[in-house]
């Protein structure tokens, strides 16, 4: 490994690592994939797809009629049989897929890929018998359990489109996306273990389908044991429904462009958005990407994503790609300090993982916690490490590498959307070098493009927004229900071209730097949270009169959510500040969208800074939340509105003292 002297006197852009010599020598991939890709890309994603196994194979790679594209026209394939029954054929059946840890301590479980293969099998029959048929749509929503992944094979199977919604969420965020999608069955649990205790979920399911008069069926797992409510007919226990099913199942092979799911996310508007994406592009995508970026090799190799099959990284990176790819990997239930802050690395060193993927957030907090924590445990198994959902920082990048790859492993800095399906920025750890915080350049047979204001490229150097100017086999096919927003939201801005939503630059090494969201869209923790999703929480509060979201840098979380709100009449409890009117608050948003979306302050105000066209002026409430010095405020209607919101904060902070 080479590493340019006086390294710590550089700034990150100059900073560079090659590959190291053992990654590079048996690599997957070598640096001719650019070129060949370059040169033939759709020749290039056509040899990609034939990694997987098609029945029927496709009549051409691209009908692409902006902005409506499908990918293997006329192919068909069983997205379920590529993850599964094709290992089992080639004799892999014996391997572990799934090495499932719970979080209390020793609730293990070990899958094979023969043993993953029956219970899919039996899961599809009972989802038959619950009448869903090819084209249906299914919610899941379920703790990070094998039957998680169970399901969504189950689905895939049957040609059923599922649409997974985070266990975080709560019963209002449950009915919008049940309705949205007109889903017909419900998969759950009674619960799940979180942060050392059991927590429900079913009453979440209970309360939302009040309110959903379609679903008929809801397939109920056993994990806690807590006592749950029963609606007879309805409700069926998944240990009496599955487990008297036949132990095969005859697949059907569905077209490359069949539903393969719906997920939900979060964009500038209050209305989450239902991202489909389909089979056969989706998945060699997925497949190639996860082999390729993780150089995976899996009769050796043990992988962890630790992200949580409620988001597009599960999706992607814990179930359909290394699934396809044949690979033996870890999945944990619960939350990283759930019998002690150094649990991660315990499982690292007792499972001997190679490949690990997580996000920022969850390194700057393991940075926070401390060096003796990993340097406790044997970490000495990983090859790769890499990087998903949020800019990493630099400072981040090298303590990665330092702690927890310990300067042998490369880092993988890995960008991509829900929307995008897959990966589509980063390097690749036997042929790119790295540069600490940089997602380094696009994958081969990827094309982006930076633009100014006016949409024209900005070449190879300097900032502007980051767009795809060619399509790609993952790409989403659409917004569910709502073609209108789908084409308004990503090609309108330059037209031609998909526009991400992010801010992105080159150096002058040509390699890119990803900037974060340029739109209303936060990011907390690597999750996205749109502001006006939780200003309208806010507002629906009886007490609210106005509310305004902004999303203010924090060190661990990225960014965090800061509330200004106004409130009708009188709160009861000024003396403190509001603190409990607050908290009730930050409750009741809690209960409309999920935990995850509560902000981390509320700011009560008389007023919002308004222009004097009545626009809110979020640039100068981002730069109160940061406390920063103010900008420009000669556009303010009404200039003492920031001092009487200044005020309103010390005086918060006051109480707190
Ligand atoms: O802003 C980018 C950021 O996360 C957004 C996508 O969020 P989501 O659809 O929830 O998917 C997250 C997991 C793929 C992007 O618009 N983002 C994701 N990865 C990176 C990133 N920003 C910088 N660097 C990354 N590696």
Known sequence: MTEQTGLEALSSESRRFDPPADVAASANVTAEVY???????????????????????????????PPYAKWFVGGRLNVAVNCLDRHVAAGSGDRVALHWVGEPEGDTRDLTYAELLRQV????SALTELGVQAGDRVCIYLPMVPEAVISMLACARIGAAHSVVFGGFSAQALVDRITDAGAKVVITADGGYRRGAASALKPAVDEALKRCPDVTSVLVVKRTRQDVEWTEGRDHWWSDLVDRQPESHE???????????LLYTS???????????TSGGYLTQAAWTHWAVF?????????????DVGWVTGHSYLVYGPLANGATQMMYEGTPDAGGRDRWWSIIEQYGVTLFYTAPTAIRTFMKWGDDLPGGRDLSSLRILGSVGEPINPEAWMWYRRVIGGERCPIVDTWWQTETGAMMISPLPGVTSTKPGSAMGPLPGISVDVVDGEGTSVGKTGGGFLTLDEPWPAMLRGIWNDDARYRDTYWSRFPGRYFAGDGAKWDEDHVLWLLGRVDDVMNISGHRISTTEVESALVSHPKVAEAAVVGAADETTGQAIVAFVTVKGTVGDAESGGDAFAQELRDHVAKEIGPIAKPRQIVLSPELPKTRSGKIMRRLLVDIAERRELGDVTTLADPAVVKAIDDSMAAAAGAKR
């Open 35 to 65: 070129e060949q890709a370059a040169a033939d890309r759709l020749g290039f994603w056509e040899e990609q797809a034939r990694r997987l196994q098609w029945d029927t194979e496709w009549t051409s790679a691209l009908d692409w009629q």
């Open 121 to 124: 099998c039996m899961t599809a």
């Open 251 to 261: 697949a059907q092979a569905f077209d490359a462009e069949q539903p393969l799911f």
């Open 267 to 277: 964009g500038t508007t209050g209305k989450p958005k239902g991202i489909l994406h």
């Open 295 to 307: 150089d995976l090799k899996p009769d050796s190799d043990v992988y962890w994503c630790t992200a």
